[in-house]
């Protein structure tokens, strides 16, 4: 079925969930999706990738070699941190400053908790080595390096199996020039050792923070590399011979060769992903504001995307020892979307505790054994348990009714583990654990926009991921919310997301200066190197370096503060030397933060590029989507849900056959092949002009 005007315009988007593997295959000249969602094969990743894309590519009746562009998003590299799964890495830095890892901020997460558990440092502390030299606050080196003392430190290091190597120096961020000579110098000994240095993967201020993500990034580095040599290679037998993309965790896309070398970029890939799915999806409907709420098989997690854009932050945080609590994980000084996670997914086992209440998460059964209804050999009740048995999901539907699901395996799991110990009924078991972790997730979300001064209430919640538009409606009515999204494939939407990104690339760099004693020209010289280093990176891919856009954005604070906040900066400023603009450009961007001003002294601790490419034209193609007049939309069937107390016999609709400005009333049940709407006694929805399932609370004021 291919021919000459459709060879080369075919996209696929593949995220890596830990339960599921999602991919979705757009022809670019037009509208024409093909999906397909599969269990992802824990064992290696890339099997399921590979399988899920023979998959479309045969569905779509075209050949490996059509496809123009392959994006990934994969959860490798966020798991190797947090299951601890990297390889032997070790640690070279300045006489002095060996256990900056175990000392940390020296701050407590928990000021009431004696026993708190603090991350354990990724590199041990035999196997981080310090070095004599010295470079001072302003770059100038105070003792120089000596090579011949370097040498057998790194040799004793590799005969103890140290596979990849971090490089932090004091104050590299301002001259490398000390950790590109001990580079060369590995190298040159131990060809096969990988290597990360703190002054290209975080040329930031914090010495904590810097060391911290070159460490990951070089714990992680080897093992990623394999999987996208492993991957590259599968795809190249599956025909398709186009460059590999990789989805950082700021929602930009990179080539594989820029993704393998800063890996610890890609720590939080998918779920960024999710969230340009959720820009876009707001775009189509024509909301600005948008509450993501984005529940999988293992994990939810929400952003918060303000005027059309998701925010972001250059500080994340990996492998909290506890839930929930900042400052308890590996901090990572990453360009990133600011997401957090919120609660359990579809996959989280549900249990009772030691005070006779239940409990969700945080371990979850994944894709392998799976929750109990996958009939996989997991006895302990999962959260699809519950929404099975409460009537959300059905049996004979799900994946469109390419997987079976065992209600009885999940009644006796929620039975033997949460009913019989309650003392309670399996139906009030199963509520129980549907609202437990509802309003857990309730409660989190809306903890994390008052942190940054939002009224959530104002907002559209916009639910994707498999479970997602299942907890919606309820995690909505928790939260003051009386309006939703839900869009189309909102089960695949971190893949379609993917499809939507630009080819993009930010580059920071530490400069701090009070801002009246800007030295303008040397500025002018660091942003001109940060925009050559973004543009080439951008322009390797293939991209118009015309047609790109070119962003600052300085970190700026008042002097004596402990925080600082990204201020858009006009280039103009710079070059035409006011300080003056640049001034007032942080104080509105202060001022919209925190609702007020201060009469201090301003200062600039880093410089931010970002060099982006146009995005895809996926947004005007849903937009075009035609108008089906003749679908009957009628309930396809009706089954008994749980609302509450009882069940209640509801109409049962496919997602497929609602058409443009229909309207429904709840109870109703909306299944696609990829995820299941659920709407309550006390909602309502219209479907809009983007085929999005636009739902209001019965006492707010209805979208449509």
């Not at 509450?644 to 299944?671: C, D, F, K, M």
Request: glycine share 8%; with cysteine.
């Amino acid at each position: 079925m291919s021919d000459s005007d459709d060879v080369n315009s075919w996209r696929v988007g593949v995220d890596i969930g830990g339960t599921f593997t999602d991919v979705v295959l757009w022809n670019g000249r037009d509208d024409a999706f093909f999906v397909d969602k599969l269990l992802t094969s824990t064992d290696d990743p890339s099997r399921s990738v590979v399988d899920g894309i023979r998959n479309v590519i045969h569905a779509a009746g075209i050949r490996g070699q059509d496809v123009a562009s392959v994006i990934h998003g994969t959860t490798l590299v966020a798991n190797a941190l947090i299951e601890r799964k990297g390889v032997k890495t070790a640690l070279l830095t300045t006489r002095g400053f060996k256990d900056v890892l175990e000392i940390g901020r020296e701050w407590r997460y928990d000021l009431f908790d004696l026993e708190i558990d603090v991350p354990t440092p990724l590199v041990p502390r035999h196997l981080r080595a310090e070095i004599d030299e010295r470079i001072d606050a302003h770059g100038a080196v105070l003792e120089p390096l000596s090579l011949t003392q370097v040498a057998p430190i790194v040799d004793k290091l590799v005969a103890l199996g140290v596979r990849s190597v971090g490089v932090c120096l004091l104050h590299a961020y301002l001259n490398g020039e000390h950790e590109r000579a001990v580079a060369q110098l590995v190298r040159e000994r131990h060809p096969s050792v990988a290597l990360s240095l703190s002054a290209e993967v975080s040329p930031e201020l914090g010495e904590y923070e810097r060391t911290s993500t070159t460490v990951a990034n070089a714990y992680v580095h080897p093992l990623f590399r394999d999987y996208v040599e492993r991957l590259t290679a599968a795809l190249i037998e599956l025909g398709c011979q186009r460059e590999l993309l990789l989805v950082l965790s700021d929602g930009r896309l990179v080539r594989a060769t820029t993704a393998t070398r800063f890996p610890v970029r890609l720590v939080q890939s998918g779920p960024a992903a999710g969230a340009e799915a959720a820009r876009l999806f707001g775009e189509l409907a024509q909301v600005d504001d948008v509450l993501c709420f984005d529940m999988g098989g293992t994990t939810a997690k929400a952003c918060l995307i303000a005027d059309g854009q998701p925010e972001h932050t250059a500080q994340f945080e990996v492998a909290r020892e506890t839930r929930f609590a900042e400052g308890s994980g590996l901090p990572l000084q990453i360009p990133a979307i600011d997401m957090i996670e919120i609660g359990a997914g579809g996959g989280s086992i549900a249990r009772v505790d030691r005070r006779g209440l239940i409990q969700v998460g945080p371990d979850s059964a994944g894709a392998d054994p799976g929750p109990a209804c996958y009939g996989r050999g997991n006895e302990f009740p999962t959260v699809t348990d519950c929404d099975l048995v409460l009537g959300y999901l059905d049996a004979n539907a799900f994946l469109g009714g390419r997987m079976q699901l065992d209600e009885h395996a999940a009644r006796d799991a929620i039975s033997k583990h949460l009913a019989t110990p309650l003392n309670i009924s399996v139906e009030e078991a199963a509520w129980g654990v549907h609202e437990t972790v509802t309003a857990n997730m309730a409660q989190a979300a809306t903890i994390h926009a008052i942190e940054r001064a939002i009224d959530v209430t104002r907002y559209a919640m916009l639910p994707i991921g498999g479970a997602g538009p299942v907890h919606a409606c309820g995690m909505a009515a928790k939260m003051n919310i009386n309006q939703l999204i839900c869009p189309t494939s909102a089960g695949v939407a971190s893949a379609v997301g993917m499809l939507s990104a630009p080819i993009s690339f930010e580059v920071g760099r530490a400069a701090p200066m009070r801002l009246h004693d800007l030295d303008f020209a040397s500025v002018a010289k660091i942003l001109a190197d940060m925009e050559s280093e973004a543009s080439a990176l951008v322009a390797e891919t293939g991209v118009d370096i015309a047609s790109v856009e070119r962003r600052c954005l300085a970190m700026m604070r008042y002097v004596g503060q402990g925080y600082e906040i990204a201020t858009p900066i006009d280039l103009g400023a710079v070059a035409s030397s006011d300080s003056a603009v640049i001034e007032a450009a942080f104080a509105r961007a202060y001022e919209a933060r925190y609702g007020r001003t201060e009469n201090m002294p301003v200062e600039i601790l880093s410089w931010r590029i970002i060099v982006e490419g146009p995005r895809s034209a996926l947004a005007d193609r849903l937009r075009a989507r035609g108008t089906e007049t003749e679908l009957d939309a009628s309930p396809r069937t009706h089954r008994a849900v749980w609302f509450g107390e009882s069940y209640v016999e509801t109409p049962v609709y496919s997602r497929a056959q609602l058409r443009r400005g229909q309207t429904l009333a709840g109870p109703a049940i909306i299944e696609e092949t990829e995820s299941t709407t659920v709407l309550p006694p006390t909602f309502q929805l219209v479907v809009d002009a983007a085929l999005n399932l636009r739902l209001s609370a019965l006492t707010g004021e209805p979208l449509g």
